[in-house]
């Protein structure tokens, strides 16, 4: 495959790639080494929660690189100290930890988990997760995953983690045994093609954790910071977890993640827990200016109020190709095509300058900027509505 003048050969093959090459990015586009415009409804898979370069992302990396990029994790800074005070103060939540990656939080949050366990529950340490999940791809992220694409992948798998089904409350309670510690799941499962878990089904683990003495921990690192048109998913359940990882939209567009935990919980001691980069006031002040934008006046209302109007318009394109259905909340939303024709709408998408993410064979799923316009879900549908037509003319 690989061409001996091939420009792309410098770079590790992990996966295909359209040879196009981006150089820019403004809000909802973003622009080719050719000057081509595409309309971006992936955003960096649900990162750019401002769209690209907004400006409160862009004058953050600026002012902040001219007064202190890493004084080092060993030492406080103003960035990562406002940051986290955001955070706790619009969470049921007391404390943060501050990570690369949504994986390296996961990982923290496995890490808090066992340590609980071992001083709290006789050194209990098995996490239940859910079948579908997706929490990352370091090692035990993996293996705490549910992808079943991954199952037999990088064998062996860190033990410690026993999976159930979404939205069965019985299946957790049988999973229980005397090494759990905690239940962690996504309150969507965004890879899993944007599958909801049932608000009961939440207050269920609340309440069945908490009776049970084990910690509830959710993924919010899709989820998180406004995509579901509240700050944090699990406030839709109206239940208060013991542990959240966050990632993606936090950083909006830059490498930031977080671990924050109820009081209780927070019992890691010198030296169980660190990083190089973690929560250096680059990324931190960039993570301010998001939560900031997110959490001024009307902006999460508005953000519900487009997801209903990108649902409606999907509604409607569903209901002009017999699709089977519209699922998600906020701006975390996916299509049921009811045929394997994810990827190759996915891909005459592209080419007429659309980019949409196809998680599974029949699934479609949207996350654009949380500021996307209706004029710009529009222009989305218009294309969508080609792409549908071009390969259900195709298959047939
Ligand atoms: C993307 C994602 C992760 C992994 O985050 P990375 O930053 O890619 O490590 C973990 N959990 C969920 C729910 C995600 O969507």
């Known amino acids: 495959m690989i061409q ?13 790639r359209p040879p196009t090459v981006f150089v820019r990015g403004q809000g909802s586009w973003l622009e080719d080494d050719q000057g081509q415009r595409y309309l971006d409804f992936i955003q960096g898979w649900a990162v750019n929660s401002l769209g690209h370069c907004h400006p409160a992302v862009v004058e953050a990396l600026c002012q902040q690189s001219q007064r202190l990029i890493n004084p080092s994790p060993a030492f406080y800074n103003d960035q990562a100290l ?4 955001l955070i706790v103060s619009h969470s049921c939540f007391d404390r943060v930890f501050f990570a690369n990656s949504g994986a390296e939080a996961n990982e923290g949050a496995f890490k808090l988990a066992r340590k609980w366990g071992a001083l709290h529950c006789n050194g209990a340490y098995e996490i239940i997760t859910l079948h579908h999940s997706f929490h990352g ?25 026993r999976k159930v089904d979404i939205n069965d409350i ?30 009961s089904f939440l207050a269920d683990l609340r309440e069945l954790t908490r009776r049970r003495r084990l910690l509830l921990i959710v993924d919010e690192v899709q989820t998180g910071i406004g995509r579901t048109g509240r700050l944090f998913a699990y406030q839709h359940a109206n239940i208060e977890p013991d542990i959240m990882t966050l990632g993606k939209g936090i950083g909006g567009g830059v490498p930031l993640a977080a671990l924050v935990a109820k009081e209780e919980v ?32 009307g902006f999460l209302a508005q953000v519900e109020q487009t997801g209903h109007y990108l649902m409606q318009q999907l509604q ?52 654009p900027a949380l500021n996307v316009t209706h004029d710009e879900i529009d222009q989305m549908i218009t294309i969508l509505d080609d792409a549908c037509q071009q390969s259900m003319a195709l298959a047939s």
């Not at 003048?5 to 992990?14: A, H, K, V």
């Not at 406002?82 to 005070?85: H, V």
């Not at 705490?144 to 860190?158: D, I, M, N, R, Y």
């Not at 002009?320 to 994810?342: M, N, P």
């Open 82 to 85: 406002r940051l986290a005070q």
């Open 316 to 367: 409607q394109l569903c209901q002009r190709h017999s699709f089977q259905l519209v699922r998600g909340r906020g701006l975390l939303v996916a299509v049921d095509l009811g045929h394997e024709i994810a990827a190759e709408v996915a891909r005459l998408a592209f080419e007429n300058h659309l980019l949409v993410n196809a998680p599974r064979p029949s699934v479609l799923r949207f996350m």
């Open 266 to 297: 927070c019992c890691f001691e010198a030296g169980d827990q660190g990083g190089t980069f973690n929560g250096n006031p680059l990324v931190a002040a960039v993570g301010a200016a998001v939560m900031e934008t997110v959490l001024a006046a």
């Open 4 to 16: 001996p003048d091939d420009p792309y050969r410098s770079l590790m093959f992990i996966t295909h």
């Open 170 to 199: 019985d299946a957790v309670q049988r999973a229980i045994n005397d090494h759990t510690v905690a239940v962690m799941l996504e309150p969507i499962q965004g890879e899993a093609g944007v599958i909801v878990a049932e608000n």
């Open 137 to 161: 791809r370091t090692l035990a992220a993996m293996s705490a995953s549910g992808k079943p694409q991954w199952e037999t992948l990088f064998e062996p798998k860190v033990p410690g983690f």
